[in-house]
């Protein structure tokens, strides 16, 4: 079995008994007893300490007359000038009351984009290339988007929304109209946990491997012309320049898989508690 990474250790030594006195408890067995918290939930639990410790920072840090440098690319995610941040996508799409949504839907966007970069560093890994992560984190917006129409429309009204639009025709024909928009809906909407799931887990493990892959192959090749001439060894530092490609190519994709991970549901949301219910 392979050596799980340090992170991994290190949070299996502090909550190893309490998870295996948990899962004991459910009556699973863990796949390895001597790290019951795999590494994919290892590095959610440090993504999350060293978002809240990132945060806590900034926050004592804020200054609306003399906003530092951090203080002015973590306000870019909420918004910017090309209105892509997660106020004003609410705003364009929900509309009145757009305030409410921002904690939740901004969580859930920089939490994914936390997950997502965090594989830049050497020795970790992005949890979100394990398919539990992201069908988690599908699993937690729809949950909220369907709760946000319930809150507001309550349950029959939100419910109304899977028959469709109400049309003026005669029964039966507008009861069988309402009973095929309700399977149609019901499986539409079923259907955005595969897509939300699926999009960002593909898309991050792809990136991750061929990340890896290219940054080993390299290294292998500087090392192995570094051996065939050694007075020559200055001209074979230029291979290692190659990885820049590969690095941007992977926050390129990371901060996209954020963004539509945000922008989704956003929409989810605005349809959830449209008007028009």
């Known amino acids: 079995m392979e050596h799980p990474i340090w992170v991994t250790v290190v949070v299996n030594r502090l909550f190893g008994k309490l998870a295996l006195a948990l899962l004991a408890a459910l009556h699973i067995q863990p796949s390895d007893p001597e790290y019951p918290i795999p590494t994919h939930v290892s590095m959610e639990i440090l993504v999350l300490v060293l978002s ?28 910017n000038p090309m209105n892509v ?34 594989s830049l560093v050497p020795t970790l890994e992005s949890p979100t290339a394990k398919v539990s992560v992201p069908l988690g984190c599908a699993i937690v917006v729809f949950i909220y988007y369907n709760w946000c129409g ?23 024909i507008n009861w069988i109209i309402a009973a095929l928009m309700l399977v149609i809906e019901t499986i ?3 259907a955005r946990l595969l897509s939300l799931t699926v999009r960002l887990w593909v898309n991050m493990l792809v990136s991750e491997i061929l ?26 530092i230029l291979p290692l320049f190659i990885p820049i490609v590969f690095i941007a190519l992977h926050i390129f994709v990371a901060v996209l898989q954020a963004f ?9 949301v605005s349809g959830a508690v449209a008007e028009e219910h």
């Open 52 to 79: 809240v410790v990132f945060f806590l920072w900034l926050r004592s840090r804020i200054s609306v007359d003399r906003p530092g440098a951090t203080q002015q690319c973590t306000e870019m995610l909420l918004t």
């Open 85 to 118: 941040g997660v106020h004003d996508l609410l705003e364009e799409s929900v509309g009145h009351g757009w305030e409410k949504y921002v904690p939740m839907i901004g969580s859930v966007g920089i939490f994914v984009l936390f997950c997502n970069v965090i």
């Open 150 to 172: 319930i809150a507001k429309f309550g349950p029959l009204g939100h419910g109304k929304h899977f028959l469709g639009p109400e049309m003026p025709m005669p029964p039966p």
């Open 188 to 190: 539409s909407h079923s």
């Open 211 to 236: 990340y890896g892959i290219f940054l080993g192959l390299l290294i292998e090749l500087y090392l192995y012309l570094s051996r065939i001439n050694i007075a020559l060894r200055s001209t074979f």
């Open 260 to 268: 539509v991970f945000t922008i989704l549901p956003v929409i989810y």
